[in-house]
């Protein structure tokens, strides 16, 4: 059991009870007994066991295996308890860093791998919130646009895996001797393209595979526009 108190920015204190699970390097954390969190709620990270999903392990694992670990572990939890405060009040999550669910998550991460390669203007301005996919065909192949906003990037062919019109200047913005660079000739921003585009892709079904998969599950009701609330899961 730990005791943890969280200090707000108003000034109070809330006091948690949390329960803690203890399996090799790895601690699992819940409430002991749900009073100031739902006892589910994926919107606000919180498993269907109470655990709470503090990260993905493919890109920023969490062990706790000496002093620094555990400290570092601590400060995650406590943070995650203000960001649920926060949520609380606001009916959603209050930020745009948290892990997608399930296995949606690990194509999250190829998204951001993918934008982080595609260096110069796209890969230094671009946040993967922003990012948006399109589906199309075009004379029975499928198409996939992807976009920043509502401003088009580059498509690619789903099948070939290719971008489409590699003659074109680069959507990087870089130039070389004094030319803008072509997508095929410039770096492996072509192939970094397509990853995105694919990525996005898998993102999106994994995720609709999550809530298929949760379907049924009772809706806390604490979040404005949880997929689980009878109005809007259909």
């Given at each position: 059991?730990?005791?943890?108190?969280?200090?707000?920015?108003?000034?109070?204190?809330?006091?948690?009870?949390?329960?803690l699970?203890?399996?090799?390097?790895?601690?699992?954390?819940?409430e002991?007994?749900?009073?100031?969190?739902?006892?589910?709620?994926?919107?606000?990270?919180?498993?269907?066991?109470?655990?709470f999903?503090?990260?993905y392990?493919?890109?920023?694992?969490?062990?706790?295996i000496?002093?620094?670990?555990?400290?570092?572990?601590?400060?995650?939890?406590?943070?995650?308890?203000?960001?649920?405060?926060r949520a609380?009040?606001?009916r959603?999550?209050?930020?745009r860093?948290?892990?997608?669910?399930?296995?949606?998550?690990?194509?999250?991460?190829?998204?951001?791998?993918?934008?982080r390669?595609l260096?110069?203007?796209?890969?230094?301005?671009?946040?993967?919130?922003?990012?948006?996919?399109k589906?199309r065909?075009?004379k029975?192949?499928s198409?996939?646009?992807?976009l920043?906003?509502?401003?088009?990037?580059?498509?690619?062919w789903?099948?070939?895996q290719?971008?489409?019109?590699?003659k074109r200047?680069c959507?990087?913005?870089l130039?070389?001797?004094?030319?803008?660079?072509r997508i095929?000739r410039?770096?492996?921003?072509?192939?970094?393209?397509?990853?995105?585009?694919l990525?996005?892709?898998?993102?999106?079904e994994?995720?609709?595979?999550?809530?298929?998969?949760m379907r049924?599950?009772?809706?806390?009701?604490?979040c404005?526009?949880?997929?689980?609330?009878?109005?809007?899961f259909?």
């Amino acid at each position: 059991m730990l005791d943890l108190p969280i200090r707000l920015v108003d000034g109070r204190a809330l006091h948690y009870k949390l329960h803690l699970h203890h399996s090799g390097e790895w601690v699992k954390a819940r409430e002991h007994t749900p009073h100031h969190l739902p006892g589910f709620c994926p919107e606000r990270h919180i498993n269907s066991d109470g655990t709470f999903c503090l990260f993905y392990a493919g890109a920023n694992p969490l062990p706790v295996i000496d002093e620094p670990s555990a400290r570092a572990w601590l400060e995650t939890i406590y943070k995650y308890l203000k960001l649920q405060e926060r949520a609380r009040t606001l009916r959603r999550w209050p930020n745009r860093s948290a892990w997608a669910h399930g296995d949606a998550a690990r194509h999250q991460l190829r998204v951001q791998e993918a934008v982080r390669a595609l260096n110069g203007r796209i890969g230094n301005a671009l946040p993967v919130d922003q990012l948006a996919l399109k589906r199309r065909t075009s004379k029975g192949r499928s198409i996939l646009d992807v976009l920043s906003g509502t401003t088009p990037l580059f498509s690619v062919w789903e099948k070939p895996q290719r971008v489409i019109n590699q003659k074109r200047r680069c959507f990087c913005g870089l130039y070389g001797r004094r030319l803008p660079k072509r997508i095929r000739r410039c770096h492996d921003h072509a192939k970094q393209a397509t990853e995105l585009a694919l990525a996005l892709r898998d993102w999106e079904e994994a995720e609709r595979q999550y809530w298929d998969s949760m379907r049924g599950k009772p809706c806390c009701g604490s979040c404005d526009s949880c997929p689980l609330s009878p109005q809007i899961f259909v």
